[in-house]
């Protein structure tokens, strides 16, 4: 299956130009703060953020994409890091959150983006940090977003579950009183009185006709 989300429209017509400007960029959702980064050497605009440019420091493992139905995971690296993204990166809550990586154009090698594609969208599950001379690199693994249909689901057919989806559905609201309530389902309640008694007569001669069939 593959991980490619809405396509702008104004890529389509740069598909087939001689000359193309790509680029990648990463959006990292922590707790505390977003960090975007772009493969250029300048800081760019794209959809209402600034994402800074990263250049040769930012990599990005290769993006499986196939037509099954199943997770690729990919790995995004940063070298060159100080001291103050390494003590980040360090005590950040990482795991879970959403990392998502794009493919951009830009129009005729100017810093104007035409256009942008979503690669992959998934979650980041590790963080890997290899101290160099030069700086620390920070590597994250993420898995897509297709891992989440093999997380098992928490919600359950109750009051408290529903409310917790959609505030002010009452369609489970008394799903807790019909656990030890009888439902009489075949026969006559005993104080069905006469009309009873004819209702399991009835019930009487169906079965007689089917026997005899």
Known sequence: MSNRGGIDSD???YLESD????FLAVKAEFDTDTLYVWSGDYDLSLGGNTYTGAGTLLSISNIEDTL?????GLSVSLAGMDATVLDLALTENYQ???ITVYLGYLSG??????GTMTLFKGRMQSMTINDDPNGSTISVDAE???IDLQRPSNLRYTKESQQAIA???TCFDRVQSLQDKEIIWGRSSSNSGG???GNRGDSGNVRDAVRQR
Request: proline share 0%.
């Open 11 to 13: 890529i389509v017509k």
């Open 19 to 22: 000359h193309q400007v790509l």
């Open 68 to 72: 099954e139905l199943k997770s690729s």
């Open 96 to 98: 879970n959150r959403f």
């Open 109 to 114: 090698g100017t810093d104007t983006v035409a």
């Open 144 to 146: 897509n977003r297709l």
């Open 167 to 169: 505030s002010g559905d």
């Open 195 to 197: 009309t009873g008694g």
